[in-house]
């Protein structure tokens, strides 16, 4: 073992360690870029865990995404089942088989057949190996399960130091490998060799909790290299295993003010005018039939009029239900399903547990690449862990739809009981916009409500808002303020009454007002056509006055003429001294 | 060493009784594999003279012939005929266990 270590120690190159990407989803992100190349990485789990897929996954994207052929050398499925499991999982073996860039190798080992007398050694499974590698130029190699060959040879011996000798010897060969190994009881391996002849350790683990299974992978060692020390979930379905390193993500998301429109013009109003940031996290959280789905309906409707994408993610009721009943308060979703804008994925949150349902979200996000993803409603996964494990999974996805700058909706179900600033799921201090929804009952009646919890980064309304769904949508109502609060309702109704008589009784006022004053302007007019009249009747007087005046003046110019006429006939001398003076006679006069 | 094909039912015939068709398979001149021939040939001489053949593969040269006879120990001696196939590993050094292995004994 110490000539190995020496060994290994000369050999080792200069820079950092090469690593191969394993073409996992996931995997490559909590191992910083793969596997150790050229090196050996040992897989454990239990029965179940998807050992076999995770190899198989490893050759079949070597093979298709990094040109490295691969060999499976598989101790326990014969090749013809392998071929057939894993077309199920969506790998085509046979096809790569056909194409040369994967060879699938079955060892049969059957004790009984076999009779052990001295010393012997396996160099048939390194010449069989050997012969694999070197036919189709194999870089990487599966072997599964390899302590089979325990169960085949009684020598214990000999075969810790035939896997030792294989090990070392796989290194030499320069391929990656996997070698994969059943856990038993606490252990990586059944032997407990194998884990320390890897150079990377990873542990696949089922877990069951409240009747809820979760796969789970851990990085246990990587030798020379930074790795995620947290168990992460995986999920194995259609395309293989895939890994949410979600925690890996810090909290440096690049933020914009970019807005996204609540698709109520009143709503966005209350938020600082545009809407809801692109990236944030909105609540809407309220009792039971507030209507919480229909101001989802709402957003959604809006996004994708303005053509993004929505993922809505329904925990409570079926797709079919929530388009019925959205149809009500005249939003189809009909249309934008079928252009593909709109998609559901429909889930009981017991269904499975809350890594798996965060993985299936993670997986439908990474594939639809939505602007806006709904939950709907988040009350429920309390169901389905601890209200601790609920937080956890919520933060990682929020954290993770942030990094993306997807909106996230979430509803939640207050009880009636409770105070309604509590969410269930204890997620207040993550969300950026909380918008509550809440029934008013005043006057014997129950009305609609809500308001603006709270909202990160913007200015938003401190009113009270009701609301009323009719066909056209939620409609937010003017704010009424009456001696005990907002007025709601009928309470609103009469107070909108009240004004609307107000409003006719002040209209009527203004035109009797109006009458009342062309009344008084006739009569004034009236007045000033009388006194008119008098002053001209006295004008005319005047004037006839005047002219009688200058009549009678003419008349005695005449007369004084002819006088004259009459005198200067007498006196012609004293006529013409007295001209001098006649002015004076006139003023006399 | 190896007995040609076209001459098995012949021996059969001359025999009276089935033919023991051996196979060595060995991965070079090996101490182990050297023994392990040695070994061989003495037991087949003592307890089964005339009635065998061996046929040894040398899988440094033939690494193919690995997998048919699912080879992994090395040296394997297979007893091919008569059926069924019967495995014995190792140098061979225990004649009785090579002779419960060939089923040339009872346990």
Redesign the interface.
């Known amino acids: 073992m110490s000539v190995s270590n020496s060994q290994q120690f000369t050999e080792l190159p200069d820079g950092p360690m090469p690593k191969v990407p394993s073409g996992i989803q996931g995997l490559d992100q909590i191992t910083d870029g793969g596997l150790p190349q050229g090196r050996a990485t040992l897989v454990s789990g239990d029965v179940g865990c998807g050992k076999t897929v995770f190899g198989v996954q490893f050759l079949v994207h070597g093979a298709l995404d990094y040109d490295e052929p691969g060999v499976l050398m598989t101790f326990e499925e014969t090749p013809a089942e392998l071929v057939q499991n894993m077309f199920a999982l969506g790998f085509d073996l046979k096809a790569l088989v056909d194409q040369r860039k994967l060879s699938i ?1 079955y ?3 059957d004790r009984r ?13 390194f ?2 190996l ?2 694999a590698i070197d036919t189709i130029g194999a870089k990487r190699v599966v072997m599964d399960t390899i302590e089979s ?1 325990f169960s ?2 009684s020598s214990e011996a000999i075969l810790r130091a035939e896997l030792r000798r294989l090990f070392r010897w796989l290194k030499d060969k320069g391929v990656t490998t996997v070698i994969t190994a059943e856990s038993v009881a606490g252990h990586l391996s059944r032997h407990g060799l194998e884990e320390f002849l890897s150079d990377c350790v990873i542990r696949l683990d089922r877990r069951l909790s409240e009747e809820v299974s979760t796969r789970r992978v851990e990085i246990v060692k990587y030798r020379g290299s930074t790795h995620g020390a947290n168990e992460y979930p995986f999920l194995i379905d259609h395309g293989g295993i895939s890994i949410l390193p979600i925690t890996a993500l810090g909290l440096n998301h690049d933020v914009t003010s970019e807005r996204f429109p609540s698709g109520i013009d009143r709503m966005d109003a209350m938020l600082g005018g545009e809407g809801f940031y692109r990236g944030s996290t909105v609540l809407i959280s309220g009792t039971a039939g507030t209507g919480k789905t229909s101001f989802v309906g709402q957003a959604l409707e809006a996004a994708c009029q303005r053509g993004e994408r929505c993922l809505y993610f329904a925990f409570e009721e079926s797709p079919e239900q929530i388009t019925r009943n959205l149809r009500s308060i005249g939003i189809d979703l009909a249309p934008w399903r079928e252009k593909g804008l709109l998609r559901f994925s429909a889930a009981r949150p017991t269904l499975y547990g809350l890594e798996m349902h965060l993985a299936q979200m993670h997986k439908c996000v990474e594939e639809f690449e939505p602007t806006l993803v709904i939950l709907d409603p988040i009350t429920n996964f309390v169901m389905a862990g601890t209200q601790v494990q609920v937080k956890g999974m919520l933060i990682r996805l929020i954290d993770y739809l942030k990094s993306r700058k997807i909106v996230s909706l979430f509803t939640s179900l207050t009880d009636g009981g409770d105070a309604l600033e509590q969410s269930e799921a204890g997620v207040s201090s993550l969300i950026d916009t909380w918008i509550l929804l809440k029934f008013l009952e005043t006057g014997g009646e129950r009305n609609r409500a809500l308001y603006v919890l709270k909202s990160r980064g913007m200015p938003h309304s401190n009113q009270i808002r009701e609301y009323v769904m009719t066909d056209h949508g939620i409609r937010l109502l003017d704010v009424y303020l009456g001696p005990a609060g907002v007025l709601t309702g009928s309470a609103r109704y009469v107070q909108e009454a009240r004004e609307r008589a107000e409003a006719v009784r002040y209209q009527q006022e203004i035109a009797s007002r109006e009458r009342e004053l062309e009344r008084q302007r006739e009569a004034v007019e009236r007045q000033i056509a009388g006194l008119r009249a008098d002053f001209e009747a006295k004008q005319d007087e005047f004037r006839r006055f005047l002219n009688q005046e200058e009549t009678r003046d003419e008349v005695r110019r005449e007369d004084r003429q002819a006088m004259a006429r009459l005198r200067h006939d007498i006196d012609e001398r004293e006529w013409a001294g007295r001209r001098g003076s006649r002015s004076e006679g006139d003023g006399v006069r | 060493m190896s007995i040609r094909e076209d001459e098995t039912l012949e021996l059969e015939q001359e025999l009276g009784g089935p033919l023991f068709d051996l196979r060595l398979y060995v991965a070079g001149q090996t101490p182990k594999c050297v023994t392990a021939f040695a070994n061989l040939k003495g037991i087949c001489e003592e307890h089964l003279e005339g009635k065998y053949r061996i046929e040894v593969i040398d899988l440094l040269q033939n690494p193919q012939l690995a997998e048919g006879d699912q080879i992994l120990a090395i040296p394997t001696l297979v007893r091919r005929l008569p059926t069924p196939i019967r495995k014995v590993i190792g140098d061979l050094s225990n004649t009785e266990r090579v002779l419960v292995g060939l089923d040339l004994r009872p346990l």
């Open positions: 190798h060892v049969h080992i057949e076999i009779e052990e007398t001295g010393e012997y050694d396996l160099e048939g499974l010449v069989r050997n012969y060959i085949g040879f």
